[in-house]
């Protein structure tokens, strides 16, 4: 044993050879990081992962595995996947959002639109963004056609 | 042995109990499941974290592991990582648009209040929205402002 042992190494308590396939990703001053990948994967498991990628990756390697036994750690049920889950919702809002506000735009530009002709005296196209907007200028009707209930979990 | 072996059983070479952990999660009919689960985390961790949990809880468990082990099989670099990932560009892209869309339509009101009070023959008040539209009506200096390159990963 020397002074220099990987993390993984120290916690196996064995040598830790100079080529060790721990030793860049799994430093001694940090203890946590092998911790949450040996409980959840094993250090056998980790060790084949590591090898069977190019070099340059390995980095990128234990970094991902390390945050997957972190979520794995932190929610035993779901793990990372219930933070692939919240993001698909807020996704879902996003998108949900987006298409209020464009439909509104093309209602704002409708009503612009029809502002001008009726500005220049021109007769105006009876079209279903001119026919949606009441004397205020407000086009209320296509847009509470969009559901304001929170979207459901998929 | 029995014929009604669980995948996990089956493959382990062993005798499949009554009250065999793996049984209602990894059914005969569907190997690749266990497979792919045996093949990242070991049976005896899947075990454990199948074990650990409330047993209501133990189909999101033995779900949430296939959906990490078969990422993690067809990516071996950022398994579910990955996609966390490109979730997190889409959020970012969407938040982009939508805050792009709502700029938008802060200057098409602005441009219809303004048009409003000159047909009113109103003097119209200099609001930064006002200053920023040109004598066509374009609004381009506000909405030029977002940073239309490609958002970086993060």
Known sequence: ???????????????CPSDCIFLPYFPPNNPQRFSFVHKIYGASN??????????????????????????????PVYGCVGNISILHQEIYHLEWQLAKVEAEISLLKAQAQTEAQLAQGQQVELSPANMLADKNGVYSSLLSSFDLSTPSLY
């Open 1 to 15: 044993m020397t002074s220099t042992r990987c993390a993984a190494c120290k916690q196996l308590r064995r040598r």
């Open 46 to 75: 980790v060790g084949k992962m590591l090898q069977q990628v190019e070099e340059h990756q390995r980095a990128d390697v234990a970094h991902s595995l390390y945050y997957e036994a972190y979520c794995r750690t932190k929610n």
